[in-house]
């Protein structure tokens, strides 16, 4: 494919000329030289050495900003190799190669714009030049061109018209020229609209505009912006801007652009970063990062949005939609029957894992609770017994209300779920709707298993039981009467406890901090509770201080107070606790690995992945007044029903706020 690069060579105009890089003349030259004595080539680009005058002549550093900066890969290359291995590896044509690239660098009016690829091969020059006399000739260049093709405008457009009905899984009705290329390649000038290219190589490097249609098998560089159809199935994408309704999928990769004008749609699998500013379009991604200012536009993330500021009018709304998860039907990929079935089995055990985490955080922390309580009693006595105990009632509570509010969240999203499924589709009975019913249902059993847990284990606070009792009633009565006006009074009676609940567990965290210092005034105290936390636990510093007490004797003063009802409770408790996170810690290993299983399976076969559980879910910077904020929902809620899944911000003029998700309403986070 040179001689596609010399013929544009030879017909450019003076600024297609001036804008072709180091490696393009280089690659034009040495092709041009090695047809030494074969006339019939030479003849067809005489004009090549006059081109490459004015080139070296003429040639300034544009200085132009873009990420898709990256347009000289085989020259790279070759010299990742000549550092790395010397020059003695090198073929014939790559030492060719080189050694024009070093005198065009050598005669040009300005070297400084150069002064990278001069200094690592100037230390080499000498060698290059003894190997390249002493090796034969090679036509062609077939070793600099083994992993690189060159295409220009002119060689897309002769290419063989097709018919697409389908291009990368997106439905595409096309006709035109169509370009395969095998491995990758690198394209000098645009890809012109009514076009098409195929890259089933690992990268593809776009010197213009991408105005056609696109799709690579890896990575893709975009000198100018893109305002056709790019996608990528496993790779990066990197350019200077995405505008005019263009599309922009990397289905597995990250996307870095400048500006973005306009797109109709913009997917990353896993990172969107801009660098200066967003006017309308739809962009998808887990993260996406606009260091400039949002203005209008549709953003989905399962992960984090930020931005400078978020600017919203009447003609140019921001609604920002807080996930789950993203799947391929956002970007429109049709996928077959077994692709989904792998997805909703990643959806279940990405929500059974995250559950298991949250279980062990909440049980391990119960564990500290006990053995912070025994380290304390075995120091002060029998006298601290009944502040003790007041503490240990705090806690139960406080266990009680922790587990139910991870089970009023999920009897809201089961009637959330089921809420939309009305306005949406108009029915509730969908496999899908049933699938996540299930998987709500059995994470509810868990619940359940450990509220019967607390209740065996002593006194419990009855009326949080009835509550619970009610509103599992509720819910099961919801789930029987569907329509909209029932389940939307019951999420809402829901919401109400939460809310309530929540005040009760901040107020309760409180009296244990006021009761915690209040045992821990006594110096020797607070010396054994600074001691557990320099040794990481409490847990660690009460073992050690049994394991000490035993080797002294049963006549132990702490021996003693271990043997006692109340500490043998404390490591009763403790123990318990210590056995449900090692039962949850194993499930979670199990499931991961399911999800691994499943995650290649669907990267192997189907180019998608599952995305697995986040810690947070936040939204953050300036905002003005009316950006929306959903959950999971890209449709405002009915008029009049607030179920704490949508949110309008006010205007925080140069505060910058942080929006989160927490069991499963928007609210809004104090930055420390």
């Known amino acids: 494919m040179s001689e596609t690069l010399v013929n544009y060579v030879v017909g450019a105009t003076d600024a297609q000329l001036l804008a072709l890089s180091l490696e393009d003349i280089a690659l034009s030259q040495a092709w041009y030289a090695s047809y030494q004595g074969v006339e019939s080539i030479r003849e067809s680009c005489v004009a090549l050495p006059g081109r490459v005058a004015q080139w070296t002549a003429d040639k300034q550093d544009a200085g132009r900003s873009t990420h898709g900066a990256r347009q000289q890969p085989i020259l790279r290359s070759v010299l990742d190799r000549l550092l790395e ?19 065009l660098i050598e005669r040009t009016s300005s070297r400084n714009q150069f002064q990278r690829p001069l200094e690592l091969m100037a230390p080499k020059m000498e060698a290059i030049k003894s190997l390249r006399e002493s090796r034969e000739p090679v036509r062609g260049l077939p070793a600099v061109l083994k992993h690189v093709g060159v295409a220009t405008e002119a060689s897309i457009l002769a290419a063989t018209r097709r018919t697409i009905g389908n291009f990368g899984g997106l439905a595409l009705s096309f006709r035109g020229p169509v370009l395969r290329h095998g491995g990758s390649l690198k394209i000098i000038g645009d890809i012109p609209d009514g076009a098409a290219v195929v890259v089933e190589g690992d990268a593809c490097y776009v010197a213009g505009y991408v105005l056609g249609n696109l799709l690579v098998s890896g990575h893709t560089e975009v000198r100018e912006n893109i305002s056709g159809l790019l996608i990528t199935q496993r790779g990066n994408i990197r350019a200077r801007g995405i505008v005019n309704r263009a ?13 973005a004008e306009g797109p109709d749609l913009v997917y990353a699998g896993t990172q969107l970063r801009i660098d200066e500013r967003t006017r309308l379009g739809h962009y998808l991604a887990p993260r996406i990062r606009v260091d400039g200012e949002v203005t209008g536009g549709e953003f989905a993330v399962t992960t984090r949005l930020q931005s400078v500021r978020f600017n919203h009018t009447d003609h140019q709304p921001v609604a920002i939609i807080l996930r789950n998860e993203l799947v391929a039907e956002d970007y429109g990929e049709t996928l077959p029957r077994d692709a989904h079935s792998l997805q909703r089995s990643a959806k279940k055990l990405r929500n059974r894992i995250a559950h298991l985490h949250q279980m062990m955080s909440v049980q391990q922390e119960e564990a500290e609770h006990y053995a912070s309580t025994a380290l304390l009693y075995i120091c002060s006595g029998k006298e601290s017994q009944q502040e003790l105990q007041a503490g240990d009632s705090l806690k139960r509570r406080r266990a009680f209300l922790i587990r139910m509010l991870t089970g009023v969240h999920l009897l809201s999203v089961s009637l959330n779920e089921r809420l939309q499924q009305l306005e949406f589709c108009g029915e509730s009975g969908s496999s899908a709707a049933i699938a996540a019913e299930r998987s709500i249902q059995s994470v509810l059993s868990e619940v359940s298993k450990e509220l019967s847990q607390l209740k065996i284990e002593g006194d419990f606070p009855e009326e949080l039981d009835r509550e619970w009792s009610e509103l599992m009633a509720l819910h099961a009565a919801s789930s029987r009467r569907v329509s909209e006006s029932t389940l939307s009074q019951a999420i809402l009676r829901f919401n109400e406890a939460r809310k309530a609940w929540r005040g009760e567990l901040d107020a309760l965290d409180r009296q244990t901090k006021q009761l915690q210092e209040n045992l821990t005034r006594d110096a020797t105290r607070k010396s054994l ?17 049994i394991r000490a007490a035993k080797q002294r004797g049963v006549d132990d003063p702490v021996m003693q107070r271990v043997m006692t009802p109340f500490m043998k409770r404390m490591l009763t408790l403790m123990q318990k606790r210590n056995q449900w996170v090692e039962r949850y810690r194993k499930e979670a290993g199990e499931r991961r690995a399911e999800m691994t299983e499943i995650q290649n399976r669907l990267l192997d076969e189907f180019s998608i992945s599952a995305t697995v559980p986040v810690d947070a879910l936040e939204v953050r910077g300036r905002f003005q007044a009316g950006v929306q904020l959903f959950v999971d929902q890209i449709h405002p809620v009915p008029s009049g029903v607030e179920r704490g899944t949508a949110l309008v911000t006010p205007d925080t003029g140069n505060e910058v706020w942080k929006y989160t998700v927490e069991n499963g309403a928007i609210v809004r986070v104090d930055e420390a």
């Open 529 to 545: 509770v600074e001691r557990a936390q320099a040794d990481g636990t409490s847990q660690t510093a009460l073992a050690q201080l």
């Open 247 to 259: 599309t922009v999928i990397a289905k597995l990769g990250r996307i870095r652009i400048g500006t």
């Open 85 to 103: 291995k010397g020059p003695e590896v090198l073929a014939r044509d790559e030492l060719d190669f080189l050694f024009f690239a070093y005198e």
